[in-house]
Each structure stands twice: as structure tokens, then as C-alpha cells.
T-cell receptor, first 114, second 116 residues
């Protein structure tokens, strides 16, 4: 079975500052996929960033980057130059293999303060 | 990007009635769709996996006779909540996998169900 742990229920950050959200996971698969999703008040799930486990290079998407530590099964999300629009719930998720559902963590509520 | 729609976006019904929620992939074919349920301030919990042309696979603890899933085509999956009760009130979200890229999953906007 797969598990995802997000140990920070809530976080806050000043606008323009940098914040890191933590995530650890457990899976017995070798070729799995990791994701960070954002869920704003509208509740639409929005993909922030994804990482293939077989890739050593950390994924980046503009202001969003990850620190993927495969041996430690850690997958943290760094948001640089935080913006008010980044305020949302952030879910870390693992997909054990292709065509399988995502397993989500409990989420971290991020508030960006002006 | 690929778009997934859900209908209705919100519904209020009386206890004991049935409610059907549709999930459509608008511009791609989805061999597999997933149904999740999200209670307030909680995470998404997988309810079932829906494969086109076959019976859905339900997660442990999810009653298949209460939550009927039909995946009749490559672009449509439906979830019917039968004999709904107030404890079924929740946010239901579907997602679809692009048939040619199993690692890309697209989420619908969700359906808020309130059972009175």
C-alpha cells in the first residue's frame, strides 16, 4: 500500500518570500510518479508540478520547484516569490504506476500574507 | 490542455432519492476514470476506478450498490448515489487518464452534493 504524509497542516508566508512544504511517502514500486496539486477555494484540483521517480533531476515549473530525495522518500515543494494567488490547499500525491489512482496526503493549507 | 467536466456542479436532494453525477472528458478519450470523495477540510479519498466497458472496482468500505458507476463510453462515466442520506453529503470529484499517457491525470471541477 502507498502512503503520503504531509506533516504541516497549515503554513503562512509573506508575499514575495519563499516557503517550503514537506511531504514524505512510502511505496514499494520502483517506477512511480509524484505530484503536487493546488486546490484553491474553487476546489478545482490544479497540477503544480510532477516528478518521475526514475529522474534524478528535480522538477521545476517557474516559481515552483521540488527537492526529491528518493532514498529518504521525501518530496518537498518550494514556492519562490510567493504571491497572494498561491493561497490554497496543497496536496502531495503518489501514483504507484501508470493507469493507477493517486494517493493523496492530508494537505497543507498555505496562506500568503500581504 | 485536456478538459474534464462534471455535471451538475452542485445538487441538493431529499433523503431517499437518487442523484446522478456525470464526468466527461471533453477533448480526449479516457480509458480510465476515477471517482474521489472529499469531505470538508479533508483530503481526496478514492471511491472507485471506472474502466470503459467493464465493471468498476470499488475501494474497501465503499458500497457498490449505493454508489453505482457506469463507464459506457471513452468520454463519459457516471456516478449514481442511490437512496441518498445526509451522510452522503460531500464533494465528489472525478479524474480521467489520457488513454495514450497513463501518467497524466485530469480532474473535473467537482460536484457538491447536499442531502437534506
Amino acid at each position: 500500500a502507498q502512503t503520503v504524509t504531509q506533516s504541516q497542516p497549515e503554513m503562512s508566508v509573506q508575499e514575495a518570500e519563499t516557503v517550503t512544504l514537506s511531504c514524505t511517502y512510502d511505496t514499494s514500486e520502483n517506477n512511480y510518479y509524484l505530484f503536487w496539486y493546488k486546490q484553491p477555494p474553487s476546489r478545482q484540483m490544479i497540477l503544480v508540478i510532477r516528478q518521475e521517480a526514475y529522474k534524478q533531476q528535480n522538477a521545476t515549473e517557474n516559481r515552483f520547484s521540488v527537492n526529491f530525495q528518493k532514498a529518504a522518500k521525501s518530496f518537498s515543494l518550494k514556492i519562490s516569490d510567493s504571491q497572494l494567488g498561491d493561497t490554497a490547499m496543497y496536496f502531495c500525491a503518489v501514483q504507484p504506476s501508470g493507469n493507477t489512482p493517486l494517493v493523496f496526503g492530508k494537505g497543507t493549507r498555505l496562506s500568503v500574507i500581504a | 490542455g485536456a478538459v474534464v467536466s462534471q455535471h451538475p456542479s452542485w445538487v441538493i436532494c431529499k433523503s431517499g432519492t437518487s442523484v446522478k453525477i456525470e464526468c466527461r472528458s471533453l477533448d480526449f478519450q479516457a480509458t480510465t476514470m476515477f471517482w474521489y470523495r472529499q469531505f470538508p477540510k479533508q483530503s481526496l479519498m478514492l471511491m472507485a476506478t471506472s474502466n470503459e466497458g467493464s465493471k468498476a472496482t470499488y475501494e474497501q468500505g465503499v458500497e457498490k450498490d449505493k454508489f453505482l458507476i457506469n463507464h459506457a463510453s471513452l468520454t463519459l462515466s457516471t456516478l449514481t448515489v442511490t437512496s441518498a442520506h445526509p451522510e452522503d453529503s460531500s464533494f465528489y470529484i472525478c479524474s480521467a487518464i489520457l488513454a495514450v499517457n497513463y501518467n497524466e491525470q485530469f480532474f473535473g471541477p467537482g460536484t457538491r452534493l447536499t442531502v437534506l
